[in-house]
């Protein structure tokens, strides 16, 4: 008798038992029970988002056993290990899984988190690849600390220091953090005009229909996708004010004056110096810090173009898909959000169900060029390009190799349909 999972991958597997098997809830073993779910979160549509959900949430115990058991599916490993979908608790059991390729260990290690960046270091086997920590070296949450540990357990002696993250902890303006506002965890704070014309009918939809996931995991903070440093950046932050600077008329210079001149001690000290208060300043990164899942997905949904391009990148999927149903969201934003390579992969596959978004061909074009982009998707894609873009996409070395076989045969059929024509 066939097992579930390849009723399910010969699409045999009947309507109603599909509900079940996204929420977990066939009588099936554990292992074919995950590599079920993870089948469908990754190939189908319909039931995809609610697979999601219920591997984030499967039991730590069978997840941890499913991470560190050789016999493990090469799908479900790599679904686990992937940026998106990693819990922190399994990564020490998958970087010891030997069914989990160093090439994979590597792909991992050039985005990874500053928390994950910590378990490679302690891990025996990754401190022994050295095609691994080769990749790390790249990754730009790095501290300096780290850069030297990873360049004497690759024999390079003294390493050169990490070039600095916006956003990491150590580098923030502590001063400027200790005099802002008090932290507000589940709204955003004040709208400009820009913001304010998003109906909270529209926020209430999108906190509705993902009531679910935002309950899993309510107070996750912002971690952006490939590293802060990406963001263009310092200038990429401009800072806001939050209180204007108080005005103040000379009052330090004025009592200096006096004691200069010979005035009383008693008189300079009736009218003291008044130290000038500092204005209270934070940037678009420190806001976006301060707000839970809640907050930052009202803010996607109600805010302006700078923070919708900081929160894309949001690790949490539920907040950067929220920036896509943003009701403000230019077709110039997307064109970028196409192209980018710090996105998680759920936002380049929700893009192309947007009809608007598939109506701009320089989306299509960018998401097809895209590196990141999941091979079927852009192969998918690749027939609505033209044969100028087929061309460039054939040379593109940055690209699977498919995509790039694919593209030149496509443009020498056009070519030659041109030529017969």
């Given at each position: 008798m066939p097992r579930t999972i390849d009723l399910l991958r010969a699409s045999k597997l009947p309507s109603n038992m599909m509900q079940f098997a996204a929420k977990g809830a066939l009588q099936v073993p554990p292992d074919e029970n995950m590599e079920i779910l993870v089948y469908l979160a990754k190939h189908n549509k319909i039931f995809g988002d609610v697979a999601r959900m219920t591997l984030a949430g499967w039991d730590e115990k069978a997840s941890l056993a499913a991470a560190a058991?050789?016999?493990?599916?090469?799908?479900?490993?790599?679904?686990?290990?992937?940026?998106?979908?990693?819990?922190?608790?399994?990564?020490?059991?998958?970087?010891e899984n030997p069914s989990v390729s160093n090439s994979e260990?590597?792909?991992?290690a050039i985005s990874a988190s500053q928390e994950s960046i910590e378990a490679l270091l302690r891990s025996p086997r990754v401190r022994a690849a050295a095609g691994v920590?080769?990749?790390?070296?790249?990754?730009?949450?790095?501290?300096?600390?780290?850069?030297?540990?990873?360049?004497?357990?690759?024999?390079?002696?003294?390493?050169?220091?990490p070039s600095p993250v916006a956003g990491d902890e150590a580098q923030v303006d502590e001063a400027v953090v200790a005099t802002s506002a008090e932290p507000v965890h589940g709204s955003v704070p004040a709208?400009?005009?820009?913001?304010?014309?998003?109906?909270?009918?529209?926020?209430?939809?999108?906190?509705?229909?993902?009531?679910?996931?935002?309950?899993a995991e309510p107070d996750k903070p912002f971690?952006?996708?490939?590293?802060?440093?990406?963001?263009?950046?310092?200038?990429?932050?401009?800072?806001?004010?939050?209180?204007?600077?108080?005005?103040?008329?000379?009052?330090?210079?004025?009592?200096a004056a006096e004691s200069a001149s010979g005035k009383s001690a008693g008189a300079a000290r009736s009218k003291p110096a008044v130290k000038p208060q500092l204005a209270r300043r934070e940037n678009t990164l420190q806001k976006i810090n301060r707000l839970d899942v809640k907050g930052?997905?009202?803010?996607?949904?109600?805010?302006?173009?700078?923070?919708?391009?900081?929160?894309?990148?949001?690790?949490?999927k539920v907040v950067a898909l929220a920036v896509l149903d943003a009701?403000?969201?230019?077709?110039?934003?997307?064109?970028?959000?196409?192209?980018?390579?710090?996105?998680?992969?759920?936002?380049?596959?929700?893009?192309?169900?947007?009809?608007?978004?598939?109506?701009n061909y320089i989306v299509v074009r960018n998401l097809v060029s895209n590196p990141r982009t999941p091979l079927d998707l852009g192969l998918g894609l690749m027939k609505h390009l033209q044969p100028v873009d087929l061309k460039n996409l054939s040379a593109n070395k940055e690209i699977a190799e498919t995509l790039r076989n694919l593209a030149l045969k496509m443009f020498k059929q056009k070519l030659d349909a041109g030529k017969r024509g």
């Open positions: 058991d050789p016999k493990t599916s090469r799908e479900v490993l790599d679904y686990l290990i992937a940026p998106e979908n990693l819990r922190p608790k399994l990564l020490p059991a998958l970087l260990l590597a792909k991992f920590l080769d990749s790390l070296r790249s990754n730009p949450y790095l501290k300096a600390k780290e850069t030297s540990a990873l360049a004497e357990l690759l024999g390079l002696g003294e390493a050169e220091p709208a400009s005009d820009e913001t304010t014309q998003v109906s909270e009918e529209t926020i209430s939809s999108y906190l509705a229909e993902h009531a679910t996931e935002i309950a971690q952006p996708v490939g590293g802060i440093v990406d963001l263009l950046g310092a200038d990429y932050f401009p800072v806001s004010e939050i209180k204007e600077m108080t005005e103040i008329a000379g009052s330090a210079e004025k009592a930052r997905i009202q803010l996607a949904l109600k805010g302006n173009k700078e923070e919708r391009s900081i929160l894309i990148r949001d690790g949490t009701p403000k969201l230019t077709d110039g934003e997307v064109e970028k959000f196409a192209l980018q390579k710090n996105v998680s992969e759920a936002v380049l596959r929700y893009i192309p169900l947007k009809r608007r978004f598939m109506k």
